[in-house]
């Protein structure tokens, strides 16, 4: 799920979260923290007093564990001819990501500009498929570096606070035939309205020489960006994520539906729901239709 959104304030300070990137910018001396009326204020605030984050480790994208989750369209065909056994894949799945960052160089550019690194794994699991020894059967890798500034503006009551631009790889692994990556260059604008919050993700795939591309076309498949819509309800996160290839001819895309709610003190539960082309690398050619619940551990906001 990566986009930069939110931001929390800490001495001086904001760190961005990011659906697909969260960055971290200096604020200027004259920024006035704003009354907590939003989740963002809220954020903000709670975060006031930290200090001392260069080199820390912090959350980046969201952080889930779903123990259950149903694929009605599970990929068999591309796995076929690579063992010995004929037994299919399991619907029933375990799906779960990691992903962290650490900020390396603030204040960059006079007062603006945070250098990050962060790092991103998304794991599916056939934990109950004893028939093949309940294998992970796909585990995407996703490292990038990026650069976020402070923007800080206001265009009727919708606020834009950040803005990033990364170096983006992706990969599972594998060797040939279930090798998978690609390399981009992604942008990241988010942008807010009170408890709703919006971001635009574009990219742009560094071109490869034909014989070193294991997945060619993957843009027609993935797109070329991502929209990502949120929402705040009290103590809920409605999230919405489109993405489309823009074809008149030939047109794939996907959806992913998100919701989490509270649970326990910081735990939340945590439902998903995906639909198209992309969940992952392997999949990227082969549309999957997903349902799955869990926990949350870190949330976009």
């Not at 490869?208 to 070329?224: I, K, L, T, V, W």
């Amino acid at each position: 799920m990566g986009i930069l959104l939110f931001a929390a304030l800490q001495t001086g300070q904001v760190d961005c979260a990011d659906l697909g990137s969260q960055a971290r910018f200096p604020l200027s001396p004259e920024w006035e923290l704003p009354s907590a009326t939003t989740a963002l204020d809220k954020r903000m605030q709670q975060e006031q007093q930290a200090s001392g984050l260069l080199f820390s480790i912090l959350p980046h994208k969201s952080n889930y564990l779903l123990p259950v989750t149903y694929n009605a369209s599970p990929n068999n065909n591309v796995y076929k001819g690579l063992t010995d056994s004929n037994e299919s894949l399991d619907n029933l799945e375990v799906k779960f990501q990691l992903s962290i960052k650490t900020p390396l160089w603030e204040n960059i550019f006079g007062n603006n500009g945070t250098l990050y690194v962060a790092y991103s794994q998304l794991a599916f699991w056939q934990a109950y498929n004893s028939k093949i020894s309940a294998p992970f059967r796909e585990i995407n890798f996703e490292p990038e570096i990026f650069l976020a500034f402070n923007t800080g503006y206001e265009v009727y009551g919708v606020t834009s606070q950040v803005m990033s631009i990364a170096f983006n790889h992706q990969s599972n692994g594998r060797s040939k035939p279930l090798s998978r990556s690609w390399n981009r260059i992604v942008a990241n604008l988010p942008f807010s309205r009170g408890d709703t919050y919006f971001a635009l993700r574009p990219w742009f795939r560094i071109p490869e020489a034909a014989q070193d591309d294991d997945n060619p076309a993957m843009e027609r498949y993935f797109g070329y960006g991502e929209l990502q819509l949120l929402q705040k309800i009290r103590e809920h996160t409605l999230t919405l994520m489109l993405r489309n290839n823009l074809r008149t001819s030939g047109n794939k895309g996907a959806v992913q539906l998100d919701w989490s709610f509270p649970l326990h003190k910081k735990l939340k539960g945590y439902v998903q729901y995906f639909n198209g082309y992309g969940e992952s690398l392997v999949d990227y050619n082969h549309t999957i239709n997903r349902v799955g619940i869990g926990v949350m551990l870190t949330d976009w906001l």
